[in-house]
Protein backbone atom coordinates (compact mmCIF):
# COMPACT_ATOMS: atom_id res chain seq x y z
CA UNK A 1 0.00 0.00 0.00
CA UNK A 2 1.33 3.65 -0.54
CA UNK A 3 2.49 5.20 2.49
CA UNK A 4 0.08 7.99 2.20
CA UNK A 5 -2.85 5.73 2.42
CA UNK A 6 -1.30 3.54 5.12
CA UNK A 7 -0.60 6.76 6.99
CA UNK A 8 -3.76 8.65 6.75
CA UNK A 9 -5.88 4.82 7.71
CA UNK A 10 -3.49 4.29 10.52
CA UNK A 11 -4.75 7.71 11.64
CA UNK A 12 -8.31 7.20 11.34
CA UNK A 13 -7.58 4.05 13.57
CA UNK A 14 -6.17 5.86 16.10
CA UNK A 15 -8.87 8.57 16.24
CA UNK A 16 -11.83 5.92 15.95
CA UNK A 17 -10.20 4.25 19.23
CA UNK A 18 -9.72 7.66 21.48
CA UNK A 19 -13.58 8.38 19.99
CA UNK A 20 -12.73 11.52 18.40
CA UNK A 21 -13.14 10.39 14.62
CA UNK A 22 -15.46 12.81 13.09
CA UNK A 23 -17.94 12.00 10.09
CA UNK A 24 -20.31 14.16 8.20
CA UNK A 25 -23.45 14.22 9.46
CA UNK A 26 -25.01 15.18 6.05
CA UNK A 27 -28.05 16.99 5.72
CA UNK A 28 -30.78 17.18 8.43
CA UNK A 29 -34.04 14.97 7.51
CA UNK A 30 -36.76 17.64 7.09
CA UNK A 31 -39.16 17.95 9.99
CA UNK A 32 -35.62 17.88 12.42
CA UNK A 33 -35.51 20.57 14.74
CA UNK A 34 -32.14 21.90 14.86
CA UNK A 35 -30.56 23.23 18.22
CA UNK A 36 -27.44 23.02 16.22
CA UNK A 37 -26.89 25.80 13.93
CA UNK A 38 -25.14 29.55 14.58
CA UNK A 39 -28.09 31.10 12.48
CA UNK A 40 -29.68 32.96 15.32
CA UNK A 41 -31.72 35.66 14.01
CA UNK A 42 -32.65 33.04 11.24
CA UNK A 43 -31.64 35.25 8.80
CA UNK A 44 -29.78 32.75 6.74
CA UNK A 45 -32.97 31.93 4.93
CA UNK A 46 -34.71 35.22 5.24
CA UNK A 47 -36.14 35.92 1.59
CA UNK A 48 -34.53 39.76 2.14
CA UNK A 49 -31.41 38.30 3.01
CA UNK A 50 -31.24 35.50 -0.05
CA UNK A 51 -32.78 38.08 -2.45
CA UNK A 52 -29.92 40.49 -1.62
CA UNK A 53 -27.42 37.83 -2.24
CA UNK A 54 -28.99 37.23 -5.80
CA UNK A 55 -29.02 41.18 -6.48
CA UNK A 56 -25.37 41.24 -5.67
CA UNK A 57 -24.45 38.17 -7.64
CA UNK A 58 -26.38 39.53 -10.44
CA UNK A 59 -24.67 42.92 -10.46
CA UNK A 60 -21.00 42.17 -9.50
CA UNK A 61 -20.39 38.63 -10.42
CA UNK A 62 -20.60 34.82 -8.50
CA UNK A 63 -16.70 35.71 -7.35
CA UNK A 64 -14.36 38.64 -6.78
CA UNK A 65 -11.98 37.63 -9.43
CA UNK A 66 -8.54 38.88 -7.18
CA UNK A 67 -7.75 39.78 -3.67
CA UNK A 68 -9.04 43.34 -2.62
CA UNK A 69 -5.46 44.75 -2.89
CA UNK A 70 -5.50 43.94 -6.40
CA UNK A 71 -8.72 44.24 -8.35
CA UNK A 72 -11.13 42.22 -6.45
CA UNK A 73 -12.59 45.28 -4.93
CA UNK A 74 -16.16 46.18 -5.38
CA UNK A 75 -18.51 48.85 -3.55
CA UNK A 76 -20.34 46.72 -1.26
CA UNK A 77 -16.97 46.16 0.43
CA UNK A 78 -16.51 48.98 1.53
CA UNK A 79 -20.44 49.63 2.23
CA UNK A 80 -20.26 46.93 4.74
CA UNK A 81 -17.26 47.74 6.27
CA UNK A 82 -19.01 51.21 7.03
CA UNK A 83 -22.07 49.40 8.30
CA UNK A 84 -20.13 47.18 10.98
CA UNK A 85 -17.51 50.06 12.29
CA UNK A 86 -21.03 52.05 12.93
CA UNK A 87 -23.12 49.38 14.40
CA UNK A 88 -19.90 47.88 16.73
CA UNK A 89 -19.23 51.49 17.54
CA UNK A 90 -15.20 51.75 16.21
CA UNK A 91 -13.75 54.50 13.79
CA UNK A 92 -13.35 51.80 11.37
CA UNK A 93 -13.47 48.18 9.98
CA UNK A 94 -12.47 45.46 7.83
CA UNK A 95 -14.04 42.25 6.51
CA UNK A 96 -11.94 39.31 5.74
CA UNK A 97 -12.98 36.05 3.95
CA UNK A 98 -14.15 34.22 7.18
CA UNK A 99 -13.85 34.76 11.34
CA UNK A 100 -10.98 32.31 11.40
CA UNK A 101 -9.17 34.37 8.70
CA UNK A 102 -9.71 37.02 10.76
CA UNK A 103 -8.00 35.86 13.77
CA UNK A 104 -5.04 34.25 11.84
CA UNK A 105 -4.67 37.39 10.30
CA UNK A 106 -5.36 40.31 12.71
CA UNK A 107 -2.71 38.19 15.89
CA UNK A 108 0.39 37.66 13.84
CA UNK A 109 0.39 41.55 12.45
CA UNK A 110 0.26 42.69 15.71
CA UNK A 111 2.15 40.46 17.87
CA UNK A 112 5.59 38.35 17.42
CA UNK A 113 8.35 37.06 18.50
CA UNK A 114 9.49 39.28 21.78
CA UNK A 115 5.90 39.96 22.69
CA UNK A 116 3.24 38.10 24.79
CA UNK A 117 -0.45 36.66 24.26
CA UNK A 118 -2.76 36.30 27.53
CA UNK A 119 -5.25 33.94 26.24
CA UNK A 120 -8.42 32.52 28.24
CA UNK A 121 -8.15 28.86 28.84
CA UNK A 122 -11.61 28.34 26.51
CA UNK A 123 -10.67 30.45 23.49
CA UNK A 124 -11.70 29.34 20.14
CA UNK A 125 -9.38 27.64 18.00
CA UNK A 126 -8.79 29.95 15.04
CA UNK A 127 -6.92 32.54 17.91
CA UNK A 128 -4.97 29.95 19.06
CA UNK A 129 -3.76 29.18 15.56
CA UNK A 130 -3.38 33.11 15.21
CA UNK A 131 -1.01 32.91 18.34
CA UNK A 132 0.84 30.12 16.70
CA UNK A 133 1.34 31.41 13.83
CA UNK A 134 2.52 34.76 15.20
CA UNK A 135 5.29 33.36 16.99
CA UNK A 136 4.70 35.61 20.43
CA UNK A 137 5.33 33.70 23.54
CA UNK A 138 1.39 32.35 24.71
CA UNK A 139 0.52 31.99 28.47
CA UNK A 140 -3.12 31.08 29.43
CA UNK A 141 -5.53 32.49 32.17
CA UNK A 142 -8.14 30.52 34.05
CA UNK A 143 -11.60 30.99 32.07
CA UNK A 144 -12.52 34.51 32.82
CA UNK A 145 -10.58 34.41 36.02
CA UNK A 146 -9.35 38.49 36.08
CA UNK A 147 -7.00 37.93 39.55
CA UNK A 148 -5.41 35.43 37.25
CA UNK A 149 -4.92 37.82 34.19
CA UNK A 150 -3.74 40.43 36.91
CA UNK A 151 -1.24 38.26 37.88
CA UNK A 152 0.23 37.29 34.69
CA UNK A 153 0.46 40.83 33.35
CA UNK A 154 2.03 41.92 36.81
CA UNK A 155 4.51 38.89 36.79
CA UNK A 156 5.50 38.99 32.97
CA UNK A 157 4.64 42.41 31.50
CA UNK A 158 7.66 43.92 31.98
CA UNK A 159 9.79 41.15 30.00
CA UNK A 160 7.54 41.79 26.74
CA UNK A 161 7.68 44.45 24.26
CA UNK A 162 3.99 44.26 23.35
CA UNK A 163 1.48 42.08 25.03
CA UNK A 164 -2.44 41.34 23.66
CA UNK A 165 -5.10 39.50 25.63
CA UNK A 166 -7.34 37.49 23.82
CA UNK A 167 -10.71 36.73 24.82
CA UNK A 168 -14.42 36.13 23.78
CA UNK A 169 -17.43 38.37 24.87
CA UNK A 170 -19.81 35.35 24.77
CA UNK A 171 -18.13 31.80 25.01
CA UNK A 172 -18.40 29.63 22.18
CA UNK A 173 -19.31 26.16 23.30
CA UNK A 174 -20.21 27.49 27.24
CA UNK A 175 -22.52 30.52 26.72
CA UNK A 176 -20.97 32.36 29.28
CA UNK A 177 -19.93 35.86 29.49
CA UNK A 178 -16.46 37.49 29.65
CA UNK A 179 -16.21 40.22 32.56
CA UNK A 180 -14.86 42.30 29.50
CA UNK A 181 -15.01 45.76 31.69
CA UNK A 182 -12.68 44.44 33.84
CA UNK A 183 -10.61 42.74 31.62
CA UNK A 184 -10.42 46.04 29.34
CA UNK A 185 -9.48 48.06 32.44
CA UNK A 186 -6.33 45.58 33.38
CA UNK A 187 -5.34 45.66 29.97
CA UNK A 188 -5.50 49.73 29.90
CA UNK A 189 -3.51 49.63 33.23
CA UNK A 190 -0.46 47.46 32.05
CA UNK A 191 -0.52 48.56 28.19
CA UNK A 192 -1.74 45.65 27.10
CA UNK A 193 -3.84 45.19 23.84
CA UNK A 194 -7.00 43.43 23.69
CA UNK A 195 -9.12 41.70 21.23
CA UNK A 196 -12.22 40.80 22.01
CA UNK A 197 -13.79 37.71 19.57
CA UNK A 198 -17.62 38.80 19.23
CA UNK A 199 -19.08 35.64 17.23
CA UNK A 200 -21.44 34.52 19.38
CA UNK A 201 -22.37 38.07 21.21
CA UNK A 202 -26.02 39.09 19.48
CA UNK A 203 -26.00 42.60 20.39
CA UNK A 204 -23.12 45.16 19.15
CA UNK A 205 -22.47 46.68 22.47
CA UNK A 206 -18.27 46.79 22.51
CA UNK A 207 -15.39 48.05 24.50
CA UNK A 208 -14.13 51.03 23.41
CA UNK A 209 -10.60 49.90 24.44
CA UNK A 210 -11.22 46.53 22.89
CA UNK A 211 -10.10 45.62 19.14
CA UNK A 212 -13.24 43.71 17.81
CA UNK A 213 -13.37 40.47 15.78
CA UNK A 214 -16.96 39.01 14.49
CA UNK A 215 -18.43 36.53 11.80
CA UNK A 216 -20.72 37.35 8.95
CA UNK A 217 -20.79 33.33 9.09
CA UNK A 218 -23.71 32.93 12.37
CA UNK A 219 -26.27 35.56 13.62
CA UNK A 220 -25.58 37.36 10.37
CA UNK A 221 -26.51 34.18 8.38
CA UNK A 222 -23.98 34.74 5.34
CA UNK A 223 -20.06 34.22 5.40
CA UNK A 224 -17.39 36.00 6.07
CA UNK A 225 -15.45 37.85 8.85
CA UNK A 226 -14.48 41.05 10.14
CA UNK A 227 -11.95 43.37 12.39
CA UNK A 228 -13.30 46.63 13.84
CA UNK A 229 -11.08 49.54 15.82
CA UNK A 230 -9.39 52.43 15.11
CA UNK A 231 -9.12 53.67 11.65
CA UNK A 232 -5.11 53.47 11.94
CA UNK A 233 -5.37 49.86 12.98
CA UNK A 234 -7.82 48.95 10.26
CA UNK A 235 -5.37 50.89 7.89
CA UNK A 236 -2.17 48.77 9.41
CA UNK A 237 -3.99 45.68 8.68
CA UNK A 238 -4.97 46.27 5.52
CA UNK A 239 -0.94 45.47 4.37
CA UNK A 240 -0.12 43.31 6.89
CA UNK A 241 -2.83 41.06 7.61
CA UNK A 242 -1.59 37.76 5.28
CA UNK A 243 -4.90 36.19 5.49
CA UNK A 244 -6.72 38.91 3.67
CA UNK A 245 -3.79 40.55 1.48
CA UNK A 246 -3.32 36.57 -0.32
CA UNK A 247 -6.58 35.62 -0.76
CA UNK A 248 -9.28 36.17 -2.96
CA UNK A 249 -11.97 39.24 -2.09
CA UNK A 250 -15.60 37.74 -0.57
CA UNK A 251 -18.04 36.87 -3.23
CA UNK A 252 -20.66 39.37 -3.91
CA UNK A 253 -23.59 37.32 -2.65
CA UNK A 254 -22.30 36.71 0.70
CA UNK A 255 -21.72 40.64 1.15
CA UNK A 256 -24.87 41.40 -0.43
CA UNK A 257 -26.28 38.98 1.92
CA UNK A 258 -24.53 40.07 5.21
CA UNK A 259 -25.43 44.08 4.58
CA UNK A 260 -29.21 42.88 4.16
CA UNK A 261 -28.87 40.71 7.55
CA UNK A 262 -27.17 43.77 9.48
CA UNK A 263 -29.54 45.93 8.48
CA UNK A 264 -32.70 43.61 9.64
CA UNK A 265 -31.11 42.52 12.73
CA UNK A 266 -30.88 46.49 13.71
CA UNK A 267 -34.54 46.87 13.00
CA UNK A 268 -35.82 43.90 14.26
CA UNK A 269 -34.48 43.04 17.58
CA UNK A 270 -36.93 41.32 18.57
CA UNK A 271 -34.75 38.37 16.81
CA UNK A 272 -32.01 38.46 18.86
CA UNK A 273 -34.63 38.71 22.11
CA UNK A 274 -36.41 35.58 21.23
CA UNK A 275 -33.23 33.44 20.94
CA UNK A 276 -32.22 34.90 24.14
CA UNK A 277 -35.40 33.71 25.58
CA UNK A 278 -35.78 30.71 24.25
CA UNK A 279 -32.04 29.85 26.18
CA UNK A 280 -33.84 31.52 29.23
CA UNK A 281 -36.60 29.08 28.55
CA UNK A 282 -34.44 26.02 28.45
CA UNK A 283 -31.90 26.01 30.92
CA UNK A 284 -34.31 28.40 33.40
CA UNK A 285 -31.13 30.73 34.34
CA UNK A 286 -31.13 34.03 32.84
CA UNK A 287 -27.53 34.79 30.59
CA UNK A 288 -27.47 37.10 27.45
CA UNK A 289 -26.34 34.36 24.76
CA UNK A 290 -28.34 31.60 23.13
CA UNK A 291 -25.95 29.09 24.04
CA UNK A 292 -26.40 26.56 26.82
CA UNK A 293 -24.22 23.89 27.54
CA UNK A 294 -25.53 20.62 28.85
CA UNK A 295 -21.98 18.74 30.04
CA UNK A 296 -22.28 14.68 30.10
CA UNK A 297 -18.45 13.90 30.67
CA UNK A 298 -17.59 10.95 28.02
CA UNK A 299 -17.46 11.22 24.56
CA UNK A 300 -19.49 8.06 24.38
CA UNK A 301 -21.92 8.99 26.86
CA UNK A 302 -22.27 12.29 24.55
CA UNK A 303 -22.95 10.44 21.47
CA UNK A 304 -25.33 8.13 22.99
CA UNK A 305 -27.28 11.54 24.02
CA UNK A 306 -27.31 13.12 20.69
CA UNK A 307 -28.52 9.99 18.97
CA UNK A 308 -31.30 9.68 21.24
CA UNK A 309 -32.40 13.15 20.95
CA UNK A 310 -31.98 12.44 17.21
CA UNK A 311 -34.63 9.16 17.27
CA UNK A 312 -36.71 11.73 18.50
CA UNK A 313 -36.90 14.36 15.75
CA UNK A 314 -34.24 16.71 17.71
CA UNK A 315 -30.54 17.82 16.13
CA UNK A 316 -28.52 18.47 19.15
CA UNK A 317 -24.81 18.04 18.51
CA UNK A 318 -22.13 15.84 20.90
CA UNK A 319 -19.21 18.29 21.11
CA UNK A 320 -16.13 16.37 21.95
CA UNK A 321 -12.25 17.26 22.58
CA UNK A 322 -10.54 19.09 20.92
CA UNK A 323 -13.39 21.30 20.85
CA UNK A 324 -13.95 21.22 24.63
CA UNK A 325 -11.63 20.23 27.40
CA UNK A 326 -11.07 16.26 27.98
CA UNK A 327 -13.91 14.54 30.14
CA UNK A 328 -16.23 17.61 29.49
CA UNK A 329 -17.82 16.38 26.44
CA UNK A 330 -21.33 17.98 25.90
CA UNK A 331 -24.77 18.78 23.89
CA UNK A 332 -24.43 22.15 23.02
CA UNK A 333 -27.67 23.38 23.17
CA UNK A 334 -28.20 26.59 20.32
CA UNK A 335 -31.58 29.23 20.61
CA UNK A 336 -32.52 31.15 17.33
CA UNK A 337 -35.27 33.66 17.20
CA UNK A 338 -37.47 30.24 14.85
CA UNK A 339 -37.85 28.25 17.54
CA UNK A 340 -41.24 27.79 18.81
CA UNK A 341 -41.81 27.42 22.58
CA UNK A 342 -43.18 23.67 22.00
CA UNK A 343 -40.15 22.95 20.50
CA UNK A 344 -37.92 23.43 23.86
CA UNK A 345 -40.51 22.15 25.86
CA UNK A 346 -40.83 18.80 23.80
CA UNK A 347 -36.45 18.40 23.68
CA UNK A 348 -36.71 18.91 27.61
CA UNK A 349 -39.26 16.07 28.29
CA UNK A 350 -37.04 14.13 25.92
CA UNK A 351 -33.62 15.08 28.02
CA UNK A 352 -35.53 13.72 30.81
CA UNK A 353 -37.06 10.71 29.58
C1 LIG B 1 -17.21 30.18 14.52
C2 LIG B 1 -16.20 30.97 15.27
C3 LIG B 1 -15.18 31.64 14.61
C4 LIG B 1 -14.94 31.47 13.14
O1 LIG B 1 -15.87 32.12 12.38
P1 LIG B 1 -16.10 31.63 10.88
O2 LIG B 1 -16.65 32.81 10.19
O3 LIG B 1 -17.06 30.48 10.96
O4 LIG B 1 -14.76 31.22 10.35
C5 LIG B 1 -14.35 32.43 15.36
N1 LIG B 1 -14.49 32.55 16.69
C6 LIG B 1 -15.45 31.91 17.36
C7 LIG B 1 -15.55 32.08 18.83
C8 LIG B 1 -16.33 31.08 16.68
O5 LIG B 1 -17.25 30.40 17.35
Redesign the pocket.
Given at each position: MPSLEAYSLEQIKKLEQSGRLRRLPGALPAGMVSFGSNDYLGLSQHPAVIAAAQAAAGQYGAGAGASRLVCGDYPLLSQLEAKLAEAYGAESAMVFG???LT?IGVIPALVGKGDLILADKLI?A?MLDGAALSNAKLKRFRHNDVAHLKSLLAEHRPQYRQVLVLT?SIF?MDGDAAPEAEIAALCTAHDAWLLV?R??QLDTRATKTAITMG?L??AYGSYG?FVAGSAALVQYLRTAARSAMFTTALPPAAVGAALKALEIAKAEAWRAEKAIENAYCFSNKFQNSSIVPHVVGSNEAALALSAKLRKAGFFVPAIRPPTVPEGTARLRFSFTALQEMHHIKEVIACLKS
Open positions: SGYSHCESDAHTSKG
